[in-house]
T-cell receptor, first 115, second 115 residues
């Protein structure tokens, strides 16, 4: 198993550009989510999905879109990048708690800089 | 809403010293509790977890006990090594079903162990 994979590892954007951060998992997890990590802030939830075709907002959704067309993939789209979106982005996945195994597995992260 | 408070860092110890990182939480019901570790330049890895009151999670010499009466989940290790240098995150997830399995993180504690 590759676990949770993310691409790219690093990205530099100019203000106003758009891009998609890719996330994929091969563990057949129902639940997937995106977090951003900023110094002194811990990790904050951006969007999450409880299964294919179902997504919902987390704490800090503004400026980001997601979709979940398959169980495996959960891309995060930045619509018009802003310097405030400079951060490290982590994708995570897990089974749903009803299956008794609710620990989340994280990808290696994407370090994004917006100039 | 849910919240996690962990001790501010950074924490600097000598090799073989005793480690405690305090974590307290606020949540209704019976959340599951986790400690994640993030080594430099990497994503988060699950270190240990506990799913009900009085459970003790343990892994790699680290331990934490789910204390419902004090709403705490303090991380301890009897003898730290240089390789334990990392950022440690306390987190919780509610198990009340539906979409209530979003991880809530503390802000992280940076641990540096010197030889």
């Amino acid at each position: 198993n590759a676990g949770v994979t993310q691409t790219p590892k690093f990205q530099v954007l100019k203000t106003g550009q758009s891009m998609t951060l890719q996330c994929a998992q091969d563990m057949n997890h129902e639940y997937m989510s995106w977090y951003r990590q900023d110094p002194g802030m811990g990790l904050r939830l951006i969007h999450y999905s409880v299964g294919a075709g179902i997504t919902d907002q987390g704490e800090v959704p503004n400026g980001y879109n997601v979709s979940r067309s398959t169980t495996e993939d959960f891309p995060l789209r930045l619509l018009s990048a802003a310097p405030s979106q400079t951060s490290v982005y982590f994708c995570a996945s897990s089974y749903t708690p009803s299956r008794g195994r609710n620990e989340q597995f994280f990808g290696p992260g994407t370090r994004l800089t917006v100039l | 809403g849910n919240s996690v408070t962990q001790m501010e860092g950074p924490v600097t110890l000598s090799e073989e010293a005793f480690l405690t990182i305090n974590c307290t939480y606020t949540a209704t019901g019976y959340p599951s509790l986790f400690w994640y570790v993030q080594y430099p330049g990497e994503g988060l890895q699950l270190l240990l977890k506990a799913t009900k009151a009085d459970d003790k999670g343990s892994n790699k010499g680290f331990e934490a006990t789910y204390r419902k009466e004090t709403t705490s989940f303090h991380l301890e290790k009897g003898s730290v090594q240089v390789s334990d240098s990392a950022v440690y995150f306390c987190a919780l997830v509610k198990n009340s079903g539906g979409s209530n399995y979003k991880l809530t993180f503390g802000k992280g504690t940076l641990l540096t162990v010197n030889p």
